[in-house]
């Protein structure tokens, strides 16, 4: 008891001893941690990619197809990987859709009927295609059922489609795709019929939208450029395997650079045609087939790039279709001679040996 006694008036004592002493209170260092403050300041914006292809064909009772079944390869074998790397590199991915994807329909009467299991969707899958036109003469091949189940199809597989719908509004919808502050559009039209046959959509019945009167399509044109920074406009159009204009294409072309197009991709002729500039705006006037038939033709992969400082750069990069292979030729003899080609069927247009493409109108 006495030892504990002890302990505590030792303690007491000191406790007052302390308190009469002068302070010395030991300062903390500086803090080893730096304030920075939130900034607002938004990311670099990065270039914008797009690609687009001609026609493309995944129908059974077509030649792609038929060949991949024989020799036991899918569509996706049959394209060089050189484009492949573009095609899903691109932010942006086009192809044209030149068939119906359905197992129900009798086909309509012409010449040439393409149909596709819609299983076959999922090649565009693979390849990193974003969306398709379908503003075509071979959507709507096998009536209306295939039609309803080509636009199912896509939809289920997050494919957008542009040109046709379900009714005439849908048919006349821009797509957009929002990118590193931009907005862009894509619209498309057909006017690739000499007997036509692929109904225009109405306010109640299904179809295509048409560009025969060109009334509609500049409507379209004029909303999508009120609701986008740059409009893509794309134009089923032209005489098949010729790489002559017909007089509309130049004349319509124009129409739709007035109302707003920034950039106008043409198909349907089976095979390349020109190049123009229209008050600096540039028409590629038919990529003709990319992944068609069997047939030889000469083709190109267009690359358009939308740079962070707003400028438009175009390259051509050329490929070969043939015996239902594509093939890539860049800085081969033969890519020279098809941009070369190219190039001769062009107005004040000039395209060196690696595709990129220069307006020579101020020349």
Not at 100 to 119: D, L, M, V
Not at 233 to 262: C, F, P, R
């Amino acid at each position: 008891m006495r030892h504990k006694t002890a302990i505590i008036l030792t303690f007491i004592v000191l406790l007052f001893c302390s308190c009469g002493m002068e302070s010395n209170p030991t300062l903390l260092e500086k803090p080893t941690f730096e304030y920075v403050p939130e900034t607002t300041e938004a990311p670099p914006r990065k270039d914008i990619v797009m690609t687009f292809t001609g026609d493309v064909s995944f129908a059974d009772n077509w030649h792609i197809m038929k060949y991949c079944k024989t020799n036991n390869v899918t569509p996706v074998d049959l394209i060089s990987d050189e484009l492949k790397t573009e095609i899903k590199n691109a932010n942006i991915s086009h192809m044209n859709n030149e068939f119906c994807f359905s197992t129900r329909g009798t086909a309509i009467e012409k010449q040439y009927n393409f149909k596709a299991n819609p299983e076959n969707v999922k090649y565009y899958t693979e390849l990193g295609v974003d969306f398709v036109t379908l503003a075509n003469n071979h959507c709507y091949d096998y009536g209306e059922d295939a039609f309803l189940d080509t636009l199912d199809t896509l939809k289920n597989a997050d494919i957008k489609y542009v040109g046709a719908g379900k009714d005439i509004k849908e048919a006349m919808s821009p797509i957009y795709y929002e990118l590193e502050g931009k907005t862009i559009a894509f619209v498309a039209a057909n006017r690739s019929e000499k007997n036509i046959v692929t109904p225009e959509a109405t306010d109640d019945t299904p179809g295509v939208l048409r560009c025969y009167d060109t009334a509609k399509f500049i409507e379209v044109i004029k909303e999508a450029d009120k609701n986008a920074d740059f409009v893509v406009a794309l134009v089923h159009w032209g005489t098949e395997d010729s790489h002559k204009l017909e007089n509309v294409q130049k004349e319509t072309a124009k129409l739709y650079i007035d109302s707003g197009a920034d950039l106008i991709v043409g198909g349907h002729a089976h095979c390349l045609q020109g190049v123009e500039y229209y008050n600096g705006v540039p028409i590629i006037y038919n990529l003709g087939n990319f992944l068609f038939s069997k047939t030889t033709v000469d083709t190109a992969l267009l690359k358009v790039t939308l740079t962070s400082e707003d400028k438009l750069t175009l390259q051509l990069i050329p490929a070969k279709q043939k015996d239902c292979h594509v093939t890539y030729v860049g800085g081969t003899e033969d890519g020279k001679r098809i941009l070369k080609d190219i190039e001769s069927y062009s107005t004040n247009v000039k395209i060196d040996e690696e595709g990129f493409i220069t307006d020579n109108s101020s020349v």
